[in-house]
């Protein structure tokens, strides 16, 4: 594989036809045994995978073992390829634990009260590792991976009142629940000895044969080709594109059916990024407190440009909010009938009826996980396509986006329990949002940059100076930190506090453009720094970018706000840019 800063893989999972599951299910059966074996037989040397690294990870493993069950040396290739990555992450993480352990501390750790259970103190992590990372002498190890690794050595106190004092205790051994088989790369896809996959691109399908053993445990090759349409995005991705390697994976639904699905691997070409010379204009993202995201174009001499984008899901917020309340009242019902049959004796009849009954609230609720996941999932491609594209007809080649926030800070106020509701399920889908645009951004040649929000909501963007916000425009009695209306008491500008806030990141963002330009230095300013221009608006070449869409293109103002319906439904709009462009914003 090339290195990752000109390529990056895409992964698209493709459920194998019925008439190949059973036997796929089976092979990987097999595997998992034999790579469960073999892991168990390594994870004592776990620290060998630390220092040796370099070549395929099956010829590591191979070093140490022969296949504990040989069905072939190219499946114990593939077989081996799966434990060694295994191996490789874990004993990555491992040197990540042993760079946090001296740091960790009973301070990570917030105690339980009576209103809420024992938590961690995520600020307190934040800072002792920002230092831990100063002081290393290279940024080997990334701050999420040490994070994840605290936060995980936060979980092992809660269970046992103590901090791990091994990383083997820390973790169990990683034993694979579900099959997974990486063709190993080297086996080529043509003339390969554990799999075949030819393409037929014309055609729309791959052909795929593959060794399996059968009910008897006989190995032997499948007779003819399974063959497997392509997803269009697939097709259009092998165009460009390079086939790698696939793998071959098991997948579970919480009613107990399982089938295997093959994940292709398209390697593309990342597009470059623009010289910070070329750069002009910046699109400001920050989180709204009302709406799920506003956003707002500054170019480089703090003109805005064109009119703020607010992205509202109200109606959307409020489906989720209910599918979970379902989910809560199933969760309820099945207690209830888990406790009846609990008072059962072991033998009692009733207990078939009972277990029937649980079986039927389990699968519903795992539906409405999947619908609800499947929205959130929606939403979140819908918004970060629409950021992009945002972008791009404004010829912003900089994304300015607010890092994302922690709960804590948005929760408070008025209404605490509606909005928090909503947080729940914000907070997923920023998360979502913010992974979908970085790596939508790197698809197509944008600049993402994150900023710190701190302040950005209570700064006039037209003046720089400090303001506060008021629950509405005509009432200025007493200032809400929440409050939805921003006025400053300076130059008496007054807006919608998520506007202002997107302005504000915008401004970062110009901050941040100048300096990469003046001297080619990375350096984020906060904003109350000198050097963050406070941005002037004119009007000038405010078009209407997006029109407006749905069933309900009615318009309604309130204040200085104007609302345009219908956002879910204009996955349509996307097709103003060329089609090339479009594809790839579709991910
Ligand atoms: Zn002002």
Redesign the pocket.
């Known amino acids: 594989m090339r290195t990752s800063r000109t390529h990056q893989p895409l992964t698209y999972d493709v459920r194998l036809p019925d008439e190949a599951q059973a036997d796929a299910l089976r092979l990987l059966d097999a595997s998992r045994e034999v790579v469960n074996t073999a892991l168990t037989l390594l994870w004592p040397h776990l620290d060998d995978f630390q220092a040796d690294r370099v070549g395929p990870a099956w010829k590591q493993v191979g070093k140490y073992m022969g296949s504990p069950q040989y069905h072939g040396d190219r499946q114990w290739r593939c077989e081996s390829e799966v434990v060694g990555r295994i191996l490789r992450a874990q004993a990555e993480r491992k040197q990540a634990f042993e760079l946090v352990t001296p740091i960790l501390t009973d301070g990570f750790i917030r105690p339980q009260t009576e209103q809420r259970p024992a938590g961690k103190k995520r600020a307190a992590i934040k800072e002792a590792l920002s230092t831990l990372q100063r002081n290393l002498e290279e940024e080997e190890t990334s701050f999420v991976a040490l994070q994840n690794v605290v936060e995980q050595c936060c979980n092992f106190f809660f269970a046992h009142d103590r901090f791990p004092s091994t990383y083997e205790e820390l973790q169990p051994l990683p034993l694979l629940k579900i099959g997974l088989l990486t063709y190993a790369g080297d086996d080529g896809r043509e003339k390969g000895q554990a799999y075949r996959l030819a393409l037929d691109l014309d055609g729309g399908v791959a052909r795929f044969r593959f060794r399996y053993p059968d009910e008897a445990g006989v190995w032997h090759w499948r007779k003819g080709d399974t063959i497997i349409p392509l997803p269009d995005a697939v097709r259009e991705r092998l165009k460009e594109g390079e086939l790698m390697a696939p793998t071959l994976r098991e997948e579970h639904r919480a009613d107990g059916e399982r089938f295997a699905v093959l994940d292709f691997i398209v390697e593309v070409e990342k597009a470059d990024l623009p010289a910070w010379e070329s750069v002009e204009r910046v699109l400001g993202v920050d989180w709204g407190v009302h709406t799920l995201l506003t956003a707002t174009v500054v170019d480089e001499h703090h003109k805005q440009v064109g009119r703020p984008i607010f992205l509202n899901t109200g109606g959307f917020d409020g489906r989720q909010a209910r599918t979970r309340r379902q989910i809560d009242e199933l969760k309820k019902k099945a207690a209830k009938f888990e406790r009846g049959r609990d008072t059962l004796p072991p033998d009692h009849s009733k207990r078939l009826w009972f277990n029937q009954k649980l079986a039927l609230f389990r699968r519903e609720i795992d539906r409405c996980w999947r619908k609800y996941e499947q929205r959130n999932r929606a939403m979140a491609h819908l918004a970060s396509n629409v950021l992009v594209l945002l972008a791009r007809v404004h010829g912003c080649s900089l994304l300015s986006m607010e890092s994302l926030k922690t709960l804590k800070s948005t929760g408070r106020g008025k209404g605490v329990r509606g909005r928090w509701r909503n947080y729940r399920n914000n907070s997923t889908i920023r998360g979502e949002i913010w992974r979908l645009l970085r790596y939508k951004c790197h698809l197509i040649g944008l600049r993402f940059h994150t900023e710190q929000p701190r302040g950005t909501s209570h700064t006039?963007?037209?003046?720089?100076?400090p303001?506060k916000t008021y629950r509405e425009p005509s009432d200025r009695q007493e200032a809400v930190k929440w409050g939805r209306w921003m006025y400053?008491?300076?130059?008496?500008?007054h807006g919608d506090r998520d506007y202002c806030a997107s302005v504000n990141i915008a401004r970062l963002g110009v901050a941040y453009l100048i300096q990469m330009k003046q001297t080619g230095k990375a350096r984020s300013c906060s904003i109350s720094d000198p050097r963050v221009k406070?941005v002037s608006y004119t009007g000038a070449g405010a078009v209407l970018l997006l029109p407006p869409t749905g069933n309900h293109p009615a318009r309604t103002i309130r204040g200085k706000i104007c609302y345009y319906p219908g956002w879910l439904g204009s996955a349509f709009l996307q097709s103003s840019q060329k089609k090339s462009v479009f594809l790839r914003l579709c991910g």
Do not use: L, M, Q
């Open positions: 006039c963007p037209r003046c720089g100076h303001a400053c008491d300076d130059c008496h500008y406070p």
